[in-house]
């Protein structure tokens, strides 16, 4: 549950815009499929974060109220779309549901494609298989910036 838990701590301000900038995520997601003809599967859709649980219904109910504050189109729900029944779901309409790999493979290709550069062709820019953060990476994912 983040709208719940972010409000009291940070503020509705602070709310709002968190769910603006991943609103401003998806769109920008959703113009380069567009833009460069990627193919990610994009569809949009309602998503849903759900108890099975019935003692966890207010918890639920709490980060609807709260995510519909922040400016989702949110709600509490107890009928969705899922393949299993739940106690009590928050459903976002509007979410954008894509295919992340092929997302990111078609991005690379077309960085390339575009004249940047393909580290993993060069042994001398793998990138260490543990990061100073502590998180795994792959050497064939370039790092998106620095661990402090």
Do not use: W
């Amino acid at each position: 549950m983040v709208y719940a838990q972010l409000e009291p701590m940070h503020g509705a301000s602070s709310a709002r815009l968190y769910a603006l900038s991943q609103q401003d995520a998806l769109d920008r997601t959703a113009a380069l499929c567009i833009e460069l003809n990627i193919d990610a599967d994009l569809e949009y859709a309602p998503a849903y974060t759900y108890t099975r649980d019935p003692q966890h219904i207010d918890e639920v109910r709490d980060e609807a109220e709260a995510a519909r504050r922040a400016g989702l189109d949110a709600s509490f729900v107890t009928d969705t779309e899922l393949p299993f029944e739940v106690a009590g779901a928050v459903r976002v309409a509007g979410q954008l549901h894509f295919h992340p790999r092929k997302f990111l493979l078609s991005l690379a290709e077309k960085a390339v494609a575009a004249g940047g550069a393909d580290l993993r062709a060069d042994p001398g820019h793998r990138t260490p298989p543990q990061a100073s953060c502590g998180y795994q990476r792959s050497s064939t994912v370039l790092p998106s910036g620095s661990c402090t």
